[in-house]
């Protein structure tokens, strides 16, 4: 009985040393959230995965052109505003929403969706709120890590920006007054 115990005893401490381990790696994808606090006290927060370049082409190769993209990776990307917005000239009411890109190789489209909770591939063009042209433009140098951003513009307003490998997709975004 001794034997089997010992045994048991063994087995156990090796199951949990190897779910310690696990359970301490860094995910691939670490969560991130860009969060935009307006001057009257509004906000709009974006939660996503940051997928990382590890030597792998992007754009055009890892996330083709002309396919609707998860930005990012894992869970679905959200957008949680509690005010209403104008987003690239478009009204976006208060709410939460999923948030997709069309990458292009020289234009982008932001797609802010309706369906929320879902896996980060499920997509469903008919609940598009709406689809905005975002400007493209080039970094000087790669970024590993993909980031999403805002450059606050004034008060009521900023930039949204999408940054990974040398890509800069950005659009507009504004408090609906």
Known sequence: MPKSRSSLLVLLAIVA???????????LSPPGTATLKFDDGHTVTINYSRPSM????????LVPYDEVWRTGANAATTLKTDVDLVIGGEPVPK????LYTL??????KLIINKQTGQWGTEYSQGLDLER???KVDQRSSGLELFTISFDKTSGD???LKLEWENTIASVPIKEKK
């Open 157 to 159: 307003s900023a930039i």
């Open 103 to 108: 990458p292009g190789m020289t234009s982008w």
């Open 132 to 134: 905005v042209n975002m």
């Open 54 to 61: 590890r030597g792998r082409k992007i754009f055009g190769g």
């Open 17 to 27: 040393f190897v779910a310690i381990t696990v359970a301490q790696q860094k995910p």
């Open 95 to 98: 709410g939460e929403y999923t």
